[in-house]
């Protein structure tokens, strides 16, 4: 079997190995360098993992696994756009290191670029693979529309919020994982537990994320703490807080977040301070928790010797340790 | 046999019967405003009659000719993003009537929506009914970065002009009749006939255009006459004229190009003058001529009844005729 960073090594040479269309290189220029900069790899990285659960060989699915990295860029090339995100990985935004319009045309060309990877199938398992890949697709379209509505929106509630982070994070991990099974040669039951064991991961991840935000350590985990209470997102706790505050601390966090302290770091002591008041660090962690608990449980009904899946176990709980 | 008004009409229906994710309506608007304005419809008409040349049956060919259609809306909606273009078709823009944001992301979900409805082809012809469109696809963004760039540049060959407008409209009319092809059952030389068929009445069908936007009857095709010239676009007529002119004719046509004329009128009048010196009216004529024998003489060679290839001569005919 494959350890973690084998794996990711197959992953970061199959995607320096692509190869593109000549006659353009301003529009592959941005796509070349989007991919360069890397990240965890984690959708294609998992993919492979989970083939590895049913298949000593894996290469069939090392293709498809890449189609869904380079869909994944292309929404975080898009994102950026209507985020009007200077940076991403420490690394300039294709639309700010180019412009809009390339960082538009870049991404659309990624989309295809995708299919392609994604076509490489096993043909006999491509219909599969294919609609599994694609509904995935679109429910992240749909995730990032509701994303935009919520910035929009004066309250959103806690279900409508985990219901967005699943859509937009959740769902394309679970289609990585569950195309992994399909190529690996698992039958419907497994490739449907794994799924629901991608979409609790992904779902832990993201609250994970959130919760980094607040309580993280910025030495280790570089990202500035409070980033999204400065940028007034919307994040787990926040719209928890707003659920279960009563009136007076509910006025109070809203009036943070639109702007009635103009100090940062006081503005992040003062949010902090309020969801310390509520309680939230712990319901937050225990979220988490929840979360990657249920998806252990649907990994351990996965008809697979168990000592098979101690690399995915492990991803697992590093992916959401990364505070403990 | 099917004419082109019932292929129209299967068209349109298909297209008002696609159902959609109900999450984020915000999301999906905007594709139902695009695809509720219409056109011609021009490419999945093209697959369905090229369908209905081999079989009677062309339901199972309906959906992957509406996945090229959905596909060629979303170009139009990120390069009006793009060339930030106000109208089109005498409606508002989705960046115009929404915001450049909603029309990145509209535009994306329709690409998947384009995935959907080609995954519906018959599973035994499914990869190589993806691989014409996803080929195509991508050519199309190249086109696309293509046009963009020679837009900035200040010589464009008339070769250069040729493989733009090949990769920016042809490849998808091929594409479109390739795939109606494949579905109906013809076999890999007929296909590719036909594609030859499609790309090159692609490319007779933007010739003509750029030739009607100079000589074309302002009444009969709702086009205001020199449009292309009051916004210095890089026609075949111009791109032919700087090729062929003379030092001081040249200089002229660059003059006006870039601005030394600023009444739209005179512009217009005087860069028709010149065209017509250069004898440009015929050479264009000529182009797009030699293009649809050429495009005939692929027709001609697929192995069906010359009867059944009427409906077909008929539509190239009336897509090229429009000036006589």
């Not at 429910?139 to 509630?157: F, M, R």
């Not at 492990?314 to 992916?319: D, H, K, M």
Request: hydrophobic letters at 40%; proline letters at 3%.
């Amino acid at each position: 079997m494959y350890n973690h960073s084998e794996l990711k090594e197959v992953v970061d040479k199959a995607l320096t190995n692509l190869s593109y269309n000549k006659e353009a290189s301003r529009l592959t220029d941005p796509v070349k360098y989007v991919l360069s900069i890397g990240g965890k790899r984690l959708r294609p990285v998992l993919s492979l993992m989970t083939c590895n659960l049913f298949s000593d060989k894996i290469d069939e699915a090392v293709l498809p696994a890449i189609g869904l990295e380079i869909f994944h860029n292309f929404t975080l090339v898009h994102d950026d756009i209507m985020d009007n995100a200077p940076v991403r990985r420490s690394f300039p935004t294709v639309h700010a290191k180019w412009d809009a319009n390339q960082a538009i045309l870049s991404g659309d060309v990624m989309a295809f670029v995708a299919n392609d990877c994604v076509l490489q199938a096993p043909p006999d398992k491509l219909l599969k693979v294919f609609r599994v890949y694609n509904k995935a697709a679109i429910e992240v379209c749909v995730g990032q529309q509701l994303d935009i509505d919520y910035e929009k929106a004066s309250i959103v509630t806690q279900d409508e919020y985990l219901r967005m982070i699943e859509l937009k994070t959740a769902v394309l991990i679970a289609a990585a994982v569950k195309t992994g099974a399909i190529i690996g040669g698992g039958d419907d039951r497994d490739s449907e537990l794994l799924y629901e064991f991608g979409r609790n991961l992904g779902l832990a991840f993201q609250v994970q994320d959130d919760l980094l935000d607040v309580w993280g350590d910025t030495r280790v985990f570089g990202k500035t703490q409070g980033g999204d209470i400065v940028a007034n997102k919307k994040t787990y706790p926040f719209v928890k807080a707003m659920e279960t505050a009563a009136g007076r601390q509910a006025k109070q966090l809203q009036a943070l977040y639109s702007g009635s302290e103009s100090d940062p770091d006081t503005k992040v002591r003062k949010v902090i301070e309020l969801y310390e008041q509520l309680n939230l660090r712990e319901i937050t962690e225990t979220l988490a928790y929840d979360y990657i608990n249920k998806a252990f449980g649907f990994l351990q009904k996965v008809s697979v010797d168990e000592a098979r899946k101690k690399e995915m176990t492990n991803l697992a709980i590093s992916l959401i340790g990364r505070d403990h």
